[in-house]
């Protein structure tokens, strides 16, 4: 969105998109494009470009609600138009909201007297509580904490320099790291509603939907750690993990994950990131948090001695970097196993987090591929072997996290003891066959269970299970060869096509029973229509799912795919390919919205056209984003009826808006026709039988390739004869 000239540094009068309008009405873009061509009293764009206008919250609001088009701008919306419209940017935004959030958590006494107040008394008073507890919180010297305005960017949890190659830098207004400063009267209605917010889901659930809702509208500029990873690597990092280091934060996922942390040291070089970590820890629990915005490998903000060393590091680092310091850290004390060459800088952060850890302490990072392999790495990979500091490579499927096109690695590392003799083998692991069914899809249950049950073996006594094509633990000797290659796939025996001749022989008689299935539930051609008498016969009335919605007789859910617990999560993939849930469940402290069989799930991008019952099977599953599900009133509809005819492709079409890439549905607009519960039932039954014919199909589909597949492999390596 387009920054719009404030009137002083804090006005925050929003305006919105007509994205961001189409959201608020529940409606496709396309709707709100034919209301400013229909309505001449439409409010005219205040700011944008001609192919991206943007327009005032209050004037589109009191236009909306005229028409009938909206009963009241729900609160989550009002917040957010506020972070996005706000002068000095979102993240300056998000850091404001963030403070405010945390005094309400942590002082809610004091809150509800600071909003008692005017806003030119809550205005004047708020800096000073704000610097309170920021302090208490992140440190005195912490980039929000107390002290901020005159402080410079660069200094440590101990107020020492990061170092002469990051010139200080004041934290003025403006900076993401600028908690505050002097506030305005004008801003107090954005803090009071998230107060207000927070009310509603939790200081931590607010600043979480805030910062859910930025990552989505600027997904380029930040590289994510996706969540289903980020709880492997902290299962890996194991229980004991009481104090935790993250060297290239990010918004803090990874540290977030650790259940029982606490101490939660963070370093971005990114001021924003930093400072949104920073906030993200200290409204997620009650550890200690400690962050610092300056380059990890230049400007240790945690070195050793003046910090002590941690339990635990987890990092996502970034990729393929030439410029990481090279030559002006060519003596640094961290590079016990060797100086890493230019283009290898993963490997100074793998000896940068060794660095930090106690003596027995667990590091694991993710890695490009290319690190286990490079020749240019090999000594100091040959060196983290023999001294037993590497223990475990994880080969993980393609789309766990960006870049989505590789299959990256996870690398575990523990600082060696001196007196202990070194592990005699590597475990290696590869989950690439455990790719969910579609391109970039991770079954992260079936990973997590591989991952954690072969490293829990090996870290217990010294050897797991060898798995063939899954999971070896390989002597260290076999690995100090000229190239010391430690991709999991080179090194572990091939997968048994189907367990060999006798498990092709029962692929293919599964598939026989299949195919018969099919033809057994292959529908009749239909009848032809006899001609009606006196002409074409009449059309069934119509309703539309909204409708239906207002009058009672289902109730509409969004997925979010977050909550607290253990349910899996049905996905927008799970419904399209008729698979069971294989989503993870993003941390929040809302309760996740579940399955119960009768509900029809309805994905809500792509223009499928498809949707499905819940069954026994599905049920109990977490709703995901991207799904709309619909809870029908048994007495009224139906489910089958309900699915079978929101599947049609006419209807499809007719409830769709189209963007630049994707296609939304709209699911208040889907119609079917009006008809007795009785007569829904007859339609609902015909549906039904389709639904299980489609699911034989797909079925004999994936037999048919494993089947092929694996006469493929079995031929290939002699496991199978030609004759």
């Known amino acids: 969105m387009p920054e719009q000239t404030p009137t002083s540094p804090d006005s925050t009068a929003p305006d919105i998109t007509a994205a961001e309008i189409a959201r608020l009405a529940g409606v496709g873009r396309a709707a709100v494009s034919n209301w400013r061509r229909r309505h001449a009293d439409f409010p005219k764009p205040v700011g944008g470009t001609e192919t991206s206008p943007s327009f005032a919250l209050a004037e589109v609001t009191d236009w909306l609600r005229a028409q009938g088009k909206l009963a009241e701008v729900p609160l989550r919306e009002r ?38 107040d005017s806003d030119e008394r809550m205005a004047a008073l708020l800096p000073a509580a704000l610097d309170r507890v920021l302090g208490l919180r992140l440190g005195a010297d912490g980039p929000l ?50 107060g207000e917010l927070a009310a509603e889901l939790g200081a931590r659930g607010a600043f979480e939907f805030l910062l859910g809702r930025h990552l989505e509208a600027n997904p380029r500029q930040y590289t994510l750690t996706p ?12 229980p004991a993990a009481r104090t935790v280091l993250d060297p290239a934060c990010g918004t803090g996922t990874l540290l977030r994950a650790v259940p029982g942390a606490t101490a939660r040291y963070a370093q971005d070089s990114s001021p924003e990131l930093a400072a949104l970590a920073a906030l993200r820890l200290a409204l997620h629990g009650d550890a200690l948090v400690r962050a610092a915005a300056a380059d990890s490998l230049r400007a240790d903000a945690f070195a050793r001695p003046a910090a002590e060393p941690v339990d635990a590091v987890l990092c996502h680092p970034p990729f393929n970097e030439r410029n990481w310091g090279h030559e002006e850290l060519a003596y640094d004390p961290r590079w016990e196993y060797g100086l890493p060459a230019r283009a290898e800088s993963e490997l100074a952060w793998i000896q940068h987090a060794l660095a930090h850890l106690r003596e027995g302490g667990t590091a694991v990072l993710l890695m490009p591929p290319a690190v286990a392999a490079r020749r240019s790495g090999r000594r100091i990979r040959a060196d983290l072997l023999r001294r037993g500091a590497l223990r475990a490579v994880v080969a993980l499927p393609a789309g766990a996290a960006p870049p ?24 290696l692991v590869d989950t690439a066959g455990l790719a969910a069914e579609g391109q970039g899809r991770v079954d992260w249950p079936a990973v997590h269970g591989v991952v954690e049950e072969t490293w829990t073996a090996y870290d217990r006594g010294g050897a797991a299970p060898d ?12 690995l100090l060869d000229d190239d010391v290659d430690l991709t999991p796939a080179r090194h572990l025996p091939p997968p048994t096509a189907g367990a060999g001749a006798a498990g092709l022989a029962a692929v293919r008689e599964r598939l026989d029973e299949t195919l018969g299935r099919a033809a057994r539930l292959n529908p009749p051609p239909p009848p032809p229509a006899a001609p009606a008498p006196g002409g074409p016969a009449a059309r069934l009335p119509l309703t539309t799912v909204g409708e239906l919605a207002r009058a009672g007789a289902l109730v509409l859910h969004a997925g979010t795919g977050s ?12 419904v399209a390919a008729g698979t069971g849930p294989s989503g993870i469940l993003a941390l929040s ?38 799904l709309q599900l619909l809870r029908p009133d048994p007495a009224a509809l139906d489910p089958w009826f309900l699915a079978g005819f929101l599947r049609g492709t006419a209807n499809n079409r007719r409830a769709s808006s189209h963007a630049s890439t994707t296609t939304r549905l709209d699911v208040r607009r889907l119609q079917l026709p009006r008809l007795p519960l009785a007569e829904q039932e007859v339609y609902g039954a015909r549906f039904r039988a389709l639904a299980e014919f489609e699911d034989a199909l797909r079925l004999a589909a994936r037999l048919g390739e494993q089947l092929v597949q694996g006469l493929y492999d079995g031929l290939s390596d002699g496991t199978v004869r030609p004759g």
């Open 404 to 427: 989505y096109g590789i299959p990256l690695h996870l690398w575990v590392l523990r600082r060696p003891s001196p007196h202990g003799a070194p592990p005699s083998g590597l475990l």
């Open 563 to 574: 909550g607290s617990g253990p349910a899996p999560v049905l996905t927008e993939h799970d």
């Open 145 to 194: 904490g107390a002290g901020h305005s005159d402080r410079p960017l660069g200094a440590d949890h101990a107020g020492h320099p990061l170092g002469a190659d990051h010139p200080d830098r004041p934290l003025g207004a403006g900076n993401p790291l600028g908690a505050t400063g002097p506030l305005r009267p004008e801003a107090m209605p954005f803090l009071r509603a998230a």
């Open 79 to 116: 917040v957010w138009q506020h972070v996005a419209a706000h002068p000095g940017g979102s993240v300056a935004a998000l850091v404001k909201a963030g403070g405010a959030l945390l005094l309400v958590r942590e002082r809610p006494g004091q809150w509800l007297e600071l909003t008692a």
């Open 589 to 626: 402290p809302d309760e996740p919205l579940l399955t119960a069989p009768g509900d029809v799930v309805v994905p809500l991008t792509g223009g499928a056209g498809a949707a499905r019952v819940v069954d026994a099977a599905t049920a109990g599953a977490a709703l995901g984003r991207g």
């Open 227 to 238: 969540d289903g990873l980020a709880g492997l690597m902290a299962a890996l990092a194991g």
């Open 467 to 478: 798995v063939p094509g899954v999971s070896r633990v390989v002597p260290v000797i076999d």
